[in-house]
């Protein structure tokens, strides 16, 4: 459905229906909220009711140019009410793991649980070598967005798809169960760069929350061998939310390959609502 929020945006909800515990998911970047079917299916085997939505600039959300990380959590906040949801968990893939933190910091008493899959540290983590570990072509990328919004559209609109983002285990994930969120991730860019760029900006500007304010049980999950986001982000950020947060480290997993682990993210989520 497509929801216009104060403010005169309209956002577009995926809501995978039911009547199971609600658990919000944020889809990284680029992609849209449309719910895949392998998440679907974990969730309908949980008795879940999955809610995706587009992010603004992609789909059919309106962009909304200069948003940090933190609005996303008044979007979701919108959606929920809408859907009659009072409380929710919810959960972020790589560039939806800061906005699903933001929710977990900025609506409290709503949030039951929050988990970030493969998810960024802020560039301003303290201790930590951002780009270390990084492939090239992710940090030609976000060091073009530091450069701001004219740097980073002039140089997604040249730059080639860098193979080392991803390792054999992420490719046997794109041509085998998540194939989908290849397709998506085309999909997302066929309206343009808009929410792409967006979304880079946002992540290398402060986020507009602290992260280390999180007071729900908080879960991180990264791969060990994930080239995109590097898993010392997560390991900071686990040691950022405590005491509430909680690591898993998976050694084979890459950036996409870990979404294997969507299920027990989803089972422990539910173990907290």
């Not at 039911?18 to 974990?42: C, M, R």
């Not at 009072?86 to 699903?100: C, I, N, Q």
């Not at 950036?255 to 422990?268: A, E, K």
């Amino acid at each position: 459905m497509d929801l216009e929020l104060p403010d005169g945006r309209v956002v577009r909800v995926h809501d995978g229906g039911g009547g199971g515990v609600p658990v919000f998911w944020l889809h990284g970047s680029p992609q849209t909220g449309d719910l895949l079917d392998p998440l679907l299916e974990a969730a309908f085997r949980r008795g879940i009711r999955l809610v995706g939505y587009d992010r603004p600039g992609y789909g059919g959300s309106t962009a909304l140019v200069g948003r940090d990380i933190g609005a996303a959590a008044a979007d979701v906040g919108a959606i929920a009410d809408a859907l009659g949801l009072e409380r929710f968990a919810v959960a972020g893939h790589s560039g939806g793991g800061p906005h699903a933190l933001a929710c977990g910091v900025l609506l409290p008493g709503r949030v039951s649980a929050v988990a970030s899959l493969s998810g960024p540290a802020p560039v301003s983590a303290d201790g930590l070598d951002w780009f270390a570990h990084m492939a090239p072509g992710g940090e030609a990328e976000l060091r073009a967005a530091m450069a701001g919004r004219a740097v980073l559209e002039e140089h997604l609109a040249s730059a080639e798809f860098d193979p080392e983002v991803f390792t054999p285990a992420d490719f046997a994930a794109l041509e085998g169960p998540w194939a989908s969120l290849g397709a998506n991730a085309e999909a997302a860019m066929e309206a343009g760069l808009g929410g792409l760029v967006d979304d880079d900006l946002a992540l290398v500007a402060p986020w507009g929350f602290d992260p280390a304010r999180i007071a729900v049980p908080t879960l991180l999950v990264h791969g060990v061998r994930d080239r995109m986001v590097p898993s010392e982000h997560g390991e900071w950020m686990a040691d950022a939310v405590r005491p509430h947060g909680e690591l898993w480290l998976s050694p084979q997993d890459g950036h996409v390959s870990v979404l294997d682990r969507v299920g027990r993210v989803f089972d422990w989520l539910v173990g907290r609502s």
